[in-house]
């Protein structure tokens, strides 16, 4: 098993999660706010603007921003309650340095002793190994003033391929399907397109939970005659309210969008001047779907066949519509594929680059947007750009006032890191925003892998289940500590104001790169002095390339409530909709609406494969995961927050009544789910809202709870997304909980038996 410090009790015991709740000043009506400060959630990709109370140097709670044009003050659980996350008793306020002779098994450290020994492990092991043997992992929940410093401190400080980001378990392969069909990432059209709509179709979306403001621009388009129709293997919260309801098998999506082609073809529900001018690729497609005939398609996928045709005849027969998906069709190892035969369905009606008539995949992450435009993936320059691409390189290059031939190459994905690590090629790395250790599939490997580097340093501001199997810990910044920019779900630039300062030896995360650097005596292009000035840099590194960020301005942004990329001068307004009619873009140059050298939208062929990991005999149900309202991501911030922790304390395995009755499993039985990478043990929900043959488990906890110590690490082989939402996996009754859970008792938290992972 993994080596912690300390045992994971006594690690909690002194970092947590504990939960915050609102106390003292926070719970007096009467005090007086010195400031409100306008800015956005720090949880999803929708980033709903909030104004957050400041007192002092704390944030005491929030106010709507009424204004704000996506959400207009409305507020999802988590942003209510995030202003519990600041001045919480979990923060982290030093440097720490690993010491298993302290209780908690770190030394609280001064910050600048931190940053010597971190720059001194890094020169010896690559020193000793070379360049490319230290790693980097970043995330899409940093602002993209950092994203961007992160690739450029990876290429040009540390001189490593390897960097990769935790959008990788995200929005990555529909970002490669956008870039095959459409030659560009990003959301074709603003929110405020749904409403109007003849009808909307989500794919892959738990949308009330995951991204619950786009709720409420579905039910405005439903209030005015829209049919809603939603595909996913679980009634989810906004398919109960849904006009058709698909209950798609897990992994069987490409064989639904394929079987709906073909039945729009064979009834001539298909726009052929938009086919003819605007797209190549028709025709293979269309041969490639004639065999999903409705018969195939409800075998494949279990959804009855008339459901079928009901949802090829609304979709067909439509005027006006919006496809959105998100991971329920991207988490697979062909979910490239799934979204291309989403794609397909949206080209052959015609609708898209039209007031309501668009598509758009729902990001995750705060900045899952920008955080996937400006060179921390691994293949990837600023601006889109491409790594590989010898004039990208030069252009870049040019910025950054480096050589291109001194440059590395494109590196691998962030699971291929770890890799790297178990083959001895990669031995040092640096995380920040990522917590692999509970995102990750199959992470009893990935906790080992940790646990194998020669040294491993973290910037974090909380200790996550990930950084407990570091030598050092750099205390960074909560998002609320620091300013800069992030692109939301429609791919509007929008600001992040600073509120309150860090606390402590805490400091801003680019501050923290920047003292790496200097501290290596590689300071050169690590030299800014605030966020704006990253940021100026990044327009100009952006100019050109796909994603141009060079004519936004933090004024613009906030003169526009924000500005869409891209957004090529400073008087340009910027791009609310892409794809329309006469748009011009860097790559068509006046050939057409679509960013590629003739202007032209691309069919894509979308072939059924089944998943990797199929059911069988001795794993005859299918696991599918995903999220709760009340927790985001690794939960390293929501389970620490007292009354989210409070809506939905713990993972829940849901199973369908017919499911339980034959494996006799009761409502609340402790229940091991057993796949081929291990086993966890979990109380049982009953619910008619699932498929009987699949069952279903959040993702958000870590070691014993953690769902993915059994999810599958098969990915796609284009985007390398893990299959999240299926593998096969067998159920049993338990007796009893299981070993090293974590109990909250009156007095803090205390391990029910022999501790989990061990020290
Ligand atoms: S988590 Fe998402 S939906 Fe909820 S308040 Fe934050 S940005 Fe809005």
């Known amino acids: 098993m993994a080596h912690l410090p300390v045992s994971e009790i006594q690690l909690a015991d002194h970092f947590g999660p504990h939960l915050a709740y609102a106390r003292g000043v926070r719970l007096e009506c009467g005090v007086e706010p010195d400031k409100l400060v306008k800015t956005h959630c720090c949880f999803c990709g929708q980033q709903c603007g909030i104004q957050l109370k400041v007192k002092g140097n704390e944030v005491i709670g929030f106010e709507p921003w009424e204004e704000f044009p996506f959400n207009r003050g409305m507020l999802c659980p988590k942003g209510v309650k995030r202003y519990l996350q600041d001045s919480h008793p979990d923060r982290l306020t030093t440097a720490l340095m690993r010491d298993p002779r302290e209780p908690g098994g770190f030394r609280r450290t001064p910050y600048t002793d931190a940053i010597q020994a971190t720059a001194d492990a890094i020169a010896k092991l690559q020193s000793e190994h070379g360049s490319s043997a230290f790693a980097m992992l970043s995330g899409a929940s940093l602002t993209t003033e950092k994203t961007y410093l992160m690739g450029k401190f990876a290429r040009v400080c540390l001189k490593t391929p390897y960097i990769d980001y935790n959008g990788r378990l995200c929005m990555v392969s529909a970002g490669a399907a956008n870039k095959k069909a459409f030659g560009i990432d990003r959301a074709a059209n603003p929110w405020s397109d749904i409403i109007g709509t003849e009808v909307v179709w989500i794919s892959g979306a738990n949308v009330a939970e995951c991204a619950p403001i786009t709720t409420n621009y579905v039910w405005q388009a439903r209030e005015q005659g829209a049919k809603i129709i939603v595909v996913d293997p679980r009634i989810t919260p906004l398919a109960r309210t849904c006009d058709l309801f698909l209950p798609v098998k897990p992994g069987r999506d490409i064989a639904l969008f394929n079987g709906v082609l073909h039945l729009m073809i064979q009834n001539d529900w298909i726009d052929h001047k938009f086919i003819e001018t605007h797209t190549v690729g028709f025709e293979a497609v269309a041969e490639s779907v004639q065999s999903w005939t409705p018969a195939k398609t409800a075998e494949v996928t279990g959804i009855a066949e008339r459901s079928i045709r009901q949802a090829a005849e609304w979709w067909g027969q439509a005027s006006t519509s919006f496809l959105m998906h998100a991971r329920g069709i991207e988490h697979h190892s062909h979910g490239v594929q799934n979204v291309l035969g989403a794609i397909n369905i949206v080209l052959a009606s015609g609708r898209i680059g039209r007031p309501q008539c668009g598509y758009a995949t729902i990001t995750g992450q705060a900045n899952g947007q920008g955080g996937r435009e400006h060179g921390q993936k691994c293949d990837q320059l600023p601006g889109m750009r491409d790594l590989s691409n010898p004039e990208h390189r030069a252009h870049i290059a040019r910025i950054w006032d480096v050589s291109p031939d001194d440059l590395p190459g494109p590196g691998v994905d962030a699971y291929e890191i770890f890799r790297k690590i178990d083959q001895g090629e990669i031995r040092g790395l640096l995380s920040i925003c990522f917590n692999p250790v509970v995102s990750l ?47 939301q779900i429609e791919g509007r630039v929008i600001r992040i104001n600073q509120a309150v300062d860090p606390p402590g030896d805490a400091r801003q995360d680019w501050r923290i790169i920047q003292d790496i650097a200097a501290a290596l005596k590689r300071p050169h292009g690590f030299t800014f002095t605030e966020p704006r000035e990253i940021f100026d840099e990044l327009r100009r590194a952006s100019q050109g390339g796909i994603a141009d960020y060079s004519g936004i301005t933090y004024e613009k942004i906030e003169q526009q409530f924000g500005v869409f990329w891209p957004c090529p001068s400073e008087d340009h307004p910027g791009t609310l909709r892409l794809f329309e009619k006469g748009s011009d873009n860097p790559i068509a140059r006046g050939n057409g609406p679509f960013y590629f050298p003739d202007g032209k939208a691309r069919f894509n062929q979308a072939d059924y494969t089944p998943p990797k990991e199929d059911v069988d005999a001795e794993f005859p149900i299918i696991l599918t995961t995903g999220r709760v309202v009340s927790q985001f991501l690794s939960g390293t911030q929501t389970r620490r927050i007292g009354p989210l922790v409070d809506q939905y304390p713990e993972p829940r395995l ?19 789910i057993t796949s081929r990478r291990g086993e966890i043990t979990l109380l049982a929900l009953v619910v008619k809202s699932i498929r009987p043959d699949t069952v279903f488990i959040p993702y958000h906890w870590a070691g ?26 067998r159920l049993t009754k338990a007796a009893a909980p299981p070993d090293g859970r974590f109990e909250r008792t009156a007095s803090g938290l205390a391990s029910n038996g022999k501790g989990g992972r061990s020290a």
């Open 704 to 729: 014993p709870l953690s769902v993915n110590r059994i999810t599958i690490a098969a990915q796609d082989p284009i985007s390398k997304i893990p299959e999240y939402k299926v593998c096969a996996v």
């Open 654 to 672: 849901e199973i369908h009544p017919q499911l339980a009755a034959r494996l006799q499993i009761a409502d609340g039985d402790w229940t091991t």
């Open 441 to 487: 599939p199959d992470n009893d490997f990935i906790a080992r892998m940790l646990d194998k580097l020669d040294f491993y340093v973290a910037i974090d501001f909380f200790l996550n289940d990930s950084a407990q199997h570091a030598d050092i810990v750099l205390p960074g910044s909560l998002q609320e500590e620091d300013e800069g920019t992030v692109t």
